[in-house]
T-cell receptor, first 111, second 117 residues
Framework: RKEVEQDPGPFNVPEGATVAFNCTYSNSASQSFFWYRQDCRKEPKLLMSVYSSGNEDGRFTAQLNRASQYISLLIRDSKLSDSATYLC????????????FGSGTRLLVRP | DAMVIQNPRYQVTQFGKPVTLSCSQTLNHNVMYWYQQKSSQAPKLLFHYYDKDFNNEADTPDNFQSRRPNTSFCFLDIRSPGLGDAAMYLCATSRVTSGRLDPYEQYFGPGTRLTVT
């Protein structure tokens, strides 16, 4: 079983739609969770950290479910510029500062 | 602006010809990481430096080595590149402090895309 699993997509949605991605992780002791965004042929960029209580940043909402070991990302009012790959990231079993990346979920927002 | 810089952005090398990729940072972060990312795959950690301490991942091939001459710079050396080493190589940094409870986010450079001919 992979340490971090994501649906590769692509999710193809119209502008203005709400879209949600889930990600599951295998290490129940994980403490750090992130969503990164990666544009085609570019580097990953931190979108948001995911906290136990859930957190929101504008149109983006992240949730953590420790019991089921998954995290989610909700994007409201999708923009064309949201088209990218979204990487789910969890800290490694052997270190709090080493990160394990999922393969990403690809989002395509169409006009 | 504080940042992570990678040079070159694109590197073409011949099969078996050694190549060095460089990374520098102005963030004054104490941990630097090297990742390999192939198309449609997750970034895969090769190794990292925690200050001067080198930490190799168990499955990183011996063909890959790294040097960190000072806090700001880190190099990735590929001794004998094979066709399978063609990938994007990403450098990242993080500030790690003992006892800190917050998550340790990492900041990436733009990457070096390596082609092996």
């Amino acid at each position: 079983r992979k340490e971090v699993e994501q649906d590769p997509g692509p999710f193809n949605v119209p502008e203005g739609a709400t879209v949600a991605f889930n990600c599951t992780y295998s290490n129940s002791a994980s403490q750090s969770f992130f969503w990164y965004r990666q544009d085609c042929r570019k580097e990953p960029k931190l979108l948001m950290s995911v906290y136990s209580s859930g957190n929101e940043d504008g149109r983006f909402t992240a949730q953590l479910n420790r019991a089921s070991q998954y995290i989610s990302l909700l994007i409201r009012d999708s923009k064309l510029s949201d088209s990218a790959t979204y990487l789910c990231v969890v800290n490694s079993m052997d270190s709090s500062y080493k990160l394990i990346f999922g393969s990403g979920t690809r989002l395509l927002v169409r006009p | 602006d504080a940042m992570v810089i990678q040079n070159p952005r694109y590197q073409v090398t011949q099969f078996g010809k050694p190549v060095t990729l460089s990374c520098s940072q102005t963030l004054n972060h104490n941990v630097m990481y090297w990742y390999q990312q192939k198309s449609s795959q997750a970034p895969k950690l090769l190794f990292h430096y925690y200050d001067k301490d080198f930490n190799n991942e168990a499955d990183t091939p011996d063909n890959f080595q790294s040097r960190r001459p000072n806090t700001s710079f880190c190099f990735l050396d590929i001794r004998s590149p094979g066709l399978g080493d063609a990938a994007m190589y990403l450098c990242a940094t993080s500030r790690v402090t003992s006892g800190r409870l917050d998550p340790y986010e990492q900041y990436f450079g733009p990457g070096t895309r390596l082609t092996v001919t």
